[in-house]
């Protein structure tokens, strides 16, 4: 199959890498000199360049390395980066100088899989250790895609090994650098070892800038230069410009008052770095347009540091004092036992930094590692969550300068035992009422699930509370479920107990039989929820139907009461629920017509009396009234019951006008017949 143009160029930058790498390597004086492999295998080596991994890249080129070297070669293999994550000490002596054979060679660098940092610095010293350079001449070919990591500067133990005469020499190659602070910092360590650097932004520029090296690196090494004369004694110094005024010991990590004099310019730099950084370095700093005095935060190393006055312009000292940095004593108490998720007090006396922290890890974690925490700026004793999970932790003290620890105290996190206790049945759309015990956190879950939901998973809750009577919806799906005990810390599951939930009921008692247009009385029973409605509808209307009537059960009324329609036939009254809408509880009403009749004179002088012949039910308490038009039909001008004989007399009003004559069923409130009348 043919490959892809990317891969194709990755192969040829691979090939140009290992053949000017060859030349390199080869062209030392010594055939049998030292040779070490420094591979950055840190998690960014899986970058691509053209498609191909910066790792894959490298294993292409230590093929043809190790095919370019003559049986006698001495050949070593240095990793770093390979074995964990975050761990600035994983470095490692993988094959030791001496005469691997290719196959174990190439098949233990093919078994280096990418995870962790940088520690570049650490990995140069490691190799030459092995290398025992103090003895012999020796090689490092050191490939990396990145700088350093872990707070330290390859440029200086490059230039440390350097100043000491030490025959070594490091060719580096830089793959897809980010840029000019990674190429300097990587070209800085051939430089000062007297080797050769390679860089290339992709894989066809990676061939060319190797192949165009390669002949360099391949000519012959010049020869040993004659041992320099004495050098003259040093001349004094001359005064400095600026005066620094600094204390001669401080606190790591501690903010501490410099005053200096004069200004030369409001944008120098007042900075504090370590006694053997160089010149144009700069660390914590203020700019000097703050005015002197002002305060500084000193690196959280311990060890001899200056305060330096640094020109902005060309980053040149103007004056130092010398300061000695130690570690501040800072002491911890904190409970021998907290139970997992809990809060708890923390106490420490020796505040450095008030942007120091108090912080909970695991044990074995890192030591710039910061997990739950407070600023050491809050007063002591301050509160703090312990992890979810049971285990051996250690509360430490963690600077801010630099994440080193200054202090740590063990402490065991426990598993804790929350109860749970459920108060009755729960109704379908309810509430479930759960009794809690052993709070942990108030900040942890009291839930309402699926029995096969995963233990983190969070539905209808309320944060828990210490002896307290939590309630929680019910679902409207009537099955078994389970409340759930989970820490907010982790989200892990404490404690469970099942629930079921029923389906919810209601019953409703309307009159039976009502006569067309009647106000009823229906009495109920249910669960009264917001919402819920004892409508009104048609026998055969379907649920959900839009109600001739309805009425509200929250209302503070028992019985409620409900218009009939006017026409008469068969209806059910339905009690509806108010979250679904389901229909829980029905009865029948039959709606019928009652005949009546009135019989008088059409029109009647005003103040007098009139006779009103009438048909109807007949009920004692049932009367003919007269009421003006419009009036409700509960009041009226005058009236007389029908007991009182047929016909009934009525007085007329003394108001001329329109009216009406009106046959009442007094027990359903109801106007059976109506008939005008005029008075005049």
């Known amino acids: 199959m043919t490959q892809a143009p990317e891969r194709r160029a990755a192969r040829l930058a691979a090939a140009g890498l290992a053949a000017s790498l060859a030349m390199a390597v080869l062209a030392a004086p010594a055939a049998a000199e030292d040779v070490a492999i420094v591979l950055d295998a840190s998690n960014s080596m899986w970058g691509q360049i053209d498609g191909v991994s910066k790792i894959e890249i490298a294993r292409e080129v230590m093929a043809d390395i190790v095919d370019d070297f003559g049986p006698d070669a001495r050949l070593g293999l240095v990793a770093y980066g390979h074995r964990r994550q975050g761990d600035c000490g994983d470095i490692e002596t993988v094959i030791p100088v001496g005469g691997a054979d290719r196959a174990t060679f190439l098949e233990t660098f093919d078994s280096l899989t990418p995870r962790g940092k940088t520690p570049l610095t650490d990995a140069v010293r490691h190799a030459a250790e092995m290398l025992s350079w103090q003895d012999t001449p020796a090689t490092v070919v050191l490939l990396s895609d990145g700088i350093e990591t872990c707070n330290a500067d390859p440029c200086a ?10 025959a070594f020499t490091a060719h580096v190659i830089g793959f897809d650098l980010a840029g000019e602070e990674e190429r300097a910092q990587l070209s800085c360590i051939a430089e000062n070892t007297g080797g050769q650097f390679f860089a290339a932004a992709n894989a066809e520029e990676l061939a060319a800038a190797l192949g165009q090296t390669a002949r360099a690196v391949a000519e012959p090494s010049p020869p040993p230069k004659p041992e320099a004369p004495p050098k003259p004694e040093p001349e004094p110094e001359p005064e400095p410009a600026v005066a620094i005024d600094a204390p001669a010991q401080a606190i790591a990590g501690a903010t501490l008052t410099v005053s200096w004099d004069p200004t030369l310019n409001p944008r120098d730099l007042v900075t504090i770095v370590p006694a053997d ?25 311990p060890g001899p540091h200056e305060v330096r006055y640094v020109l902005d312009d060309g980053r040149t000292v103007q004056g130092r004092a010398a300061i000695l940095l130690v570690d501040g004593e800072v002491t911890l108490e904190v409970p021998e036992t907290v139970p997992a998720g809990a809060r708890f007090e923390a106490a420490w006396e020796g505040t450095v930094n008030d942007r120091d922290f108090i912080t909970i890890v695991p044990a074995e974690a890192p030591d710039d590692e910061i997990g739950n925490h407070q600023r050491a700026g809050r007063s002591s004793p301050a509160e703090l969550t312990a992890p979810g999970t049971p285990g051996l932790y250690e509360l430490r003290y963690v600077l801010d300068q630099g994440r080193r620890p200054l202090a740590r105290a063990l402490v065991e996190v426990t598993e804790p035992s929350p109860t749970l206790g459920i108060e009755g049945q729960a109704q379908a759309g309810g509430t479930v009422v759960v009794q809690v015990g052993g709070v942990v956190n108030p900040r942890d879950f009291v839930t309402l699930v699926e029995p096969d939901q995963p233990e983190d998973e969070i539905g209808g809750h309320v944060r828990a509370r210490e002896g307290g009577r939590i309630e929680l919806a019910a679902p409207d799906v009537p099955g078994l479920y389970e409340v759930r005990y989970v820490l907010d810390q982790g989200r892990r599951m404490l404690a469970s107990a099942p629930v079921e939930v029923v389906a919810v009921s209601a019953a409703l008692e309307g009159p039976g039989q009502v006569v067309a247009g009647s106000r009823f009385p229906v009495a109920w029973e249910g669960p009264n929820r917001r919402n819920d409605r004892i409508v009104l509808v048609p026998a055969d209307a379907p649920d959900g139907a839009e109600p001739l009537a309805e009425a509200d059960p929250e209302a503070p009324v028992d019985p409620v009461r409900l218009d009939a329609p006017a026409e008469p036939g068969t209806y059910e009254l339905r009690y509806v629920l108010g979250t679904t809408g389901e229909v829980i509880a029905r009865d ?13 004179v059409e029109r009647a002088p005003a103040g007098g009396t009139i006779q009103v012949a009438w048909t109807g039910p007949g009920n004692e308490r049932d009367r003919v009234t007269l009421a003006e038009v419009g009036a409700s039909d509960t009041t009226w001008a005058s009236a007389a019951r029908v007991s009182d004989g047929n016909p009934v007399t009525l007085e007329v009003p003394d108001r001329p006008g329109t009216y009406e004559l009106r046959y009442l069923d007094f027990a359903n409130r109801t106007i059976l017949v109506r008939q005008s009348l005029v008075v005049e």
Do not use: C, I, N, W
């Open 588 to 600: 029948e009403l039959e709606v019928v017509r009652l005949e009546a009749s009135l019989k008088s």
């Open 277 to 301: 950084a160089d010149e144009d370095e700069v660390g914590v700093h203020v700019r000097t347009d703050r005015g002197s005095p002002a305060e500084l935060t000193a690196p959280g190393m």
């Open 157 to 166: 133990v490059a230039a440390e090994l350097e100043r000491a005469g030490v």
